[in-house]
């Protein structure tokens, strides 16, 4: 019998696509993409967060795999935080042996099987991502139908790369925020996907005019409302009569920021007037504005204000 032939998975090309769809399963074999992972790398994710709309994002911290990863519902799209990893993968004939580093991505193709190996402890940040939302974000852009994603072992991608280690960042803090934050991280990471790893690129096209005065009027209607249930991008988007592809571009034009960056300031100005004018607790504004902890919020103020929010107070009383 020969041998598998080896080959550097950073130049990859449709073959490969072509390769993991001859090994595809029908999609009821198919298993929920967490599920499968946990089986596989034998523990539970440190953080993970969920939104049926799109996806799920997952951190782990796994020791050696030797194993097979059987056919998953979803596509597996995943980043190295830190360290460099030998990483080897066999699907059906072919062979990929890559490096995990920083600025890598590794995609798995929902329905594909591949034998994996990899020899140390390591951490990676997975997305799991439904084929329907390739399609919706495809159809949003008016772009054609996405075909397969190419399968990816170890490959250079700087910017998926950074989407997915920002998704990695908003698992924990304010709900609102990181739910509006990884809503919009998703999309861009479909669009991503389909412009750099679906085998033939796609040019989204131009952003032409903001959102109708009432449209942005009741958007930041919805983004001031103390109900974490208004600032969904599938509800923002629905109000404004547009698809979330759209109303995101549409809204940036209009402000300037993207509607997780407009309530991010909204929330921070929040936050400036409950330390300057009230006597409340840290404790109580990190409660008010929907932290999960008096730690999440400081963490969050000291990254926009480069203070911690005593320290603010302490300056402006």
């Known amino acids: 019998m020969s041998k ?132 919706r974000v495809a159809g949003e852009a008016d772009l054609a139908a996405p075909g397969d994603l190419l399968e990816r072992t170890g490959h250079t991608d700087l910017i998926t790369s950074r989407l997915l280690m920002s998704a990695a960042d908003a698992l924990e803090g304010s709900a609102a925020l990181d739910a509006l934050f990884r809503q919009q991280l998703t999309d861009l990471l479909a669009n991503r996907l389909l412009a750099a790893h679906a085998g033939s690129p796609i040019v989204s096209p131009p952003v032409v005019g903001g959102l109708a005065p009432m449209a942005l009027l009741r958007a930041i209607e919805r983004l001031r409302s103390d109900s974490d249930a208004d600032v969904s991008l599938a509800t923002l988007a629905a109000d404004a009569g547009l698809s979330r592809f759209h109303f995101c571009r549409a809204f940036k034009e209009s402000t300037g920021l993207s509607p997780h960056a407009w309530l991010r300031q909204h929330r921070l100005e929040q936050a400036m007037n409950m330390l300057r004018d009230t006597d409340a607790s840290v404790v109580s504004v990190a409660a008010a504005l929907g932290y999960a902890s008096q730690t999440a919020f400081a963490a969050a103020f000291r990254r926009l204000t480069g203070e911690t929010p005593s320290d603010w107070r302490r300056r402006f009383r």
Do not use: F
């Not at 449709?14 to 198919?30: F, G, L, V, Y």
């Not at 993409?33 to 782990?60: C, F, H, K, N, Q």
């Not at 994996?116 to 439904?130: A, E, F, G, N, S």
């Open 4 to 135: 598998p032939i080896l080959r550097d998975s950073s130049h990859e090309d449709p073959s490969a696509a072509s390769e993991a769809r001859q090994h595809q399963s029908p999609d009821a074999d198919r298993r929920p993409a967490d599920v499968e992972m946990a089986r596989v790398l034998r523990t539970a994710p440190l953080r993970m967060a969920s939104d049926p709309s799109s996806g799920a994002i997952a951190y782990w911290k796994h020791e050696p795999v030797h194993d097979v990863v059987e056919p998953m519902a979803d596509h597996v799209i995943m980043t190295y935080p830190a360290g460099s990893q030998r990483l080897e993968r066999r699907t059906g004939r072919s062979a990929a042996i890559a490096t995990a580093r920083p600025g890598g991505v590794t995609i798995i193709p929902a329905g594909s099987t591949s034998r994996w190996d990899i020899h140390k402890p390591m951490h990676v940040v997975q997305l799991y991502l439904p084929h329907r939302t390739l399609e």
